[in-house]
């Protein structure tokens, strides 16, 4: 079985550090956990983890957030990969901070990184885990919110959230969507 593991996130340097690159963060910490490392290919950084017979494909679109759809779908049709074994990762200011949600469908909720994802593959039906980055801004000010740099006591809280996202992450490949959501939903 193969899954394409999508991690979204802005390339650049300007961008490492920010909310809005949780995606990204989640896999690093995923492939440094597993000892791989991600190698430059079309439309992204890609990694290959293998996981109890299971193949999962990591991938941090080099598109940028607003054309993450053309990564996704280029690398389903690469791998050959079934949409039911999809997986994003992304940021969401609606949940407070390292707050884990799965859902195995629904709406970019303003994403634009979902939004594009959604038109490129003609579908809402795919899983992603939202990672709570919380929404501590002004009114109107919420993109220098979201591509802004974590506090430190985030930072201090961030390395066992993306453990745990890393654990929900290999839980979807071998029991599925719905078990992974009912395991880590609470978490």
């Not at 940021?91 to 939004?115: C, E, Q, V, W, Y």
Request: charged letters at 25%.
């Amino acid at each position: 079985m193969k899954y394409l593991i999508v991690g979204l996130g802005n390339i650049g340097a300007e961008y490492a550090d920010t909310r809005h690159n949780i995606g990204f963060n989640v896999l690093d910490a995923l492939a440094g956990a597993s000892n791989i490392a991600f190698t430059t290919d079309r439309y992204g950084a890609v990694a290959e983890l293998r996981h109890k017979g299971r193949t999962l494909v990591l991938l941090k679109p080099s598109t940028y957030m607003n054309l993450s759809g053309k990564a996704v779908r280029y690398w389903l049709d690469r791998e050959k990969i079934e949409r039911e074994n999809l997986l994003v990762v992304v940021d969401d200011i609606a949940l407070p901070f390292g707050t884990l949600r799965m859902r195995t469908r629904g709406s970019a909720g303003g994403h634009n990184g979902l939004k594009s994802i959604c038109e490129l593959l003609g579908t809402e039906d795919y899983a992603r885990i939202r990672f709570g980055i919380g929404g501590d801004f002004a009114r109107g000010q919420q993109v220098d919110y979201v591509l802004g740099q974590w506090t430190e006591e985030e930072r201090r809280l961030l390395p066992d959230r993306l453990k745990v996202f890393g654990d929900a992450i290999l839980s979807f490949a071998c029991v599925g969507a719905e078990r992974t959501m009912n395991l880590f939903n609470k978490k």
